[in-house]
């Protein structure tokens, strides 16, 4: 059925037309081609090669078929299979926040050469539900965690760090989503950590499965990793004890309402350990409609005593294309913090 020169990209007049009243084989086929294939934050992409389709006239190719009623078939199971698939095709021409859920493998690189693969599940995503997605920061912040552990030697505890008599460097989480970073944490700091990752009610489900996924990876490692609820807008009572302190507290793309700068500093002010060698690691895409929440940010994070001690702004690709199959370029700020010794 697809016969155009395969250097050249498919229109939807070659795909079976429904007059032809097409086989639910070849019907089933042409959904698969259609499917927009999520790009791995266009770094180290590991995309199914396949021809590409000139957008035009899709969507409606799409909904001739949700809307047929298949009739030469001779199957129901066949035709509802058909329908779901179409459907789903639609979904994803609409954006990635009506994709159904997926599990995909991430692949973060380190600097020994050697790659982690994560894998982590993405439940469908609704507009109030942000952490079913892993988010372009976090990805470009796990390719960093390495090259900061590097550059800043501090980041581990010392003996004298802490009175408990655990030595294993202590990190948190906020607003984990899926989990690359922790995970990622976990995977490159091996046995000398423990990372509690941690998110609303809603996401921590997810998120705990998302660590059982990777259990034979952090096997390997042998760092502790742990998942709970932690809202940033309720006040832990009674506050931490020394011990539940942390030496170094992670966050990607957590600000995205005007209260999120004040919660998120406040939640870093109660859990992060006061000695000089605790750091607070941060990376935001920077869009312009929360420019504001992130200069607030900024100046929150300084208000209680934290400076920065390197930065750095990168460019990363949005996984999911748009509808012509374009990537988008995101622009992201990466911030390491700690404490000023001004105060
Ligand atoms: C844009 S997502 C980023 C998720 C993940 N860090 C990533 O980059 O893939 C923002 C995350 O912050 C979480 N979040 C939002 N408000 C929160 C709050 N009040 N307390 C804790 N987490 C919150 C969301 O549930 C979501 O997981």
Same mark, same amino acid.
């Not at 159904?100 to 994560?118: D, K, Q, V, Y």
């Not at 989480?173 to 950590?193: M, P, Q, W």
């Given at each position: 059925?697809?016969?155009?020169?395969?250097?050249?990209?498919?229109?939807?007049?070659?795909?079976?037309?429904?007059?032809?009243?097409?086989?639910?084989?070849?019907?089933?086929?042409?959904?698969?081609?259609?499917?927009?294939?999520p790009k791995s934050f266009g770094f180290g992409a590991r995309d199914?090669?396949? +021809?590409?389709?000139?957008?035009?006239?899709?969507?409606?190719?799409?909904?001739?078929?949700?809307?047929?009623?298949?009739?030469?078939?001779?199957?129901?199971?066949? &035709?509802?299979?058909?329908?779901?698939? *179409?459907? $789903?095709?639609?979904?994803?021409?609409?954006? +990635?926040?009506?994709?159904?859920?997926?599990?995909?493998l991430f692949h973060i690189p380190?600097?020994?050469?050697?790659e982690?693969?994560?894998?982590?599940?993405?439940?469908?995503?609704?507009?109030?539900?942000?952490?079913?997605?892993t988010?372009l920061s976090s990805y470009l912040l796990s390719r960093r965690?390495?090259?900061?552990?590097?550059?800043?030697?501090?980041?581990?505890?010392?003996?004298?760090?802490?009175?408990?008599?655990?030595?294993?460097?202590?990190?948190?989480?906020?607003?984990?989503?899926?989990?690359l970073?922790?995970?990622?944490?976990? *995977?490159? +700091?091996?046995?000398?950590?423990?990372?509690?990752?941690?998110?609303?009610? *809603?996401?921590?489900?997810?998120?705990?499965?998302?660590?059982?996924?990777?259990?034979?990876?952090?096997?390997?490692?042998?760092?502790?990793?742990?998942?709970?609820?932690?809202?940033?807008?309720?006040?832990?009572?009674?506050?931490?004890?020394?011990?539940?302190?942390?030496?170094?507290?992670? *966050?990607?793309?957590?600000?995205?309402?005007?209260?999120?700068?004040?919660?998120?500093?406040?939640?870093?002010?109660?859990?992060?350990?006061?000695?000089?060698? $605790? +750091?607070?690691?941060?990376?935001?895409?920077?869009?312009?409609?929360?420019?504001?929440?992130?200069?607030?940010? &900024?100046?929150?994070?300084?208000?209680?005593?934290? $400076?920065?001690?390197?930065?750095?702004?990168e460019t990363g690709y949005d996984d999911?294309?748009?509808?012509?199959?374009?990537s988008?370029e995101v622009?992201c700020?990466?911030?390491?913090?700690?404490?000023?010794?001004?105060?």
């Amino acid at each position: 059925m697809i016969t155009a020169d395969e250097d050249e990209p498919l229109h939807v007049l070659d795909l079976p037309q429904l007059y032809t009243k097409p086989t639910a084989i070849e019907i089933l086929k042409a959904l698969d081609h259609l499917a927009i294939q999520p790009k791995s934050f266009g770094f180290g992409a590991r995309d199914v090669a396949r +021809r590409k389709i000139n957008s035009s006239g899709v969507t409606e190719y799409l909904t001739t078929i949700v809307s047929s009623s298949l009739a030469w078939l001779d199957s129901d199971d066949l &035709r509802e299979q058909i329908w779901d698939v *179409a459907a $789903a095709r639609l979904s994803e021409r609409a954006g +990635r926040t009506a994709m159904p859920a997926l599990t995909r493998l991430f692949h973060i690189p380190t600097s020994s050469g050697e790659e982690l693969a994560l894998t982590l599940h993405e439940p469908s995503l609704t507009s109030d539900n942000l952490g079913m997605k892993t988010w372009l920061s976090s990805y470009l912040l796990s390719r960093r965690l390495d090259s900061i552990f590097e550059s800043v030697p501090e980041l581990v505890r010392s003996e004298s760090s802490t009175s408990s008599t655990s030595t294993r460097l202590r990190a948190l989480e906020l607003g984990s989503g899926t989990g690359l970073v922790g995970l990622s944490f976990a *995977a490159l +700091r091996e046995a000398s950590a423990s990372i509690h990752l941690t998110d609303l009610p *809603a996401i921590v489900p997810n998120l705990t499965q998302n660590v059982e996924l990777n259990f034979d990876l952090l096997q390997k490692t042998n760092a502790e990793v742990t998942t709970g609820i932690l809202d940033w807008s309720i006040h832990p009572t009674p506050n931490p004890t020394k011990d539940e302190l942390y030496d170094v507290i992670l *966050a990607a793309d957590p600000l995205y309402s005007p209260d999120h700068p004040k919660w998120l500093v406040q939640t870093i002010n109660t859990w992060i350990s006061k000695g000089l060698d $605790a +750091r607070v690691v941060v990376e935001l895409p920077l869009r312009d409609a929360y420019a504001p929440q992130v200069d607030e940010f &900024r100046q929150r994070m300084q208000d209680i005593g934290l $400076a920065i001690v390197e930065q750095g702004n990168e460019t990363g690709y949005d996984d999911w294309e748009d509808a012509d199959g374009q990537s988008m370029e995101v622009h992201c700020w990466w911030s390491v913090w700690g404490w000023s010794e001004k105060f």
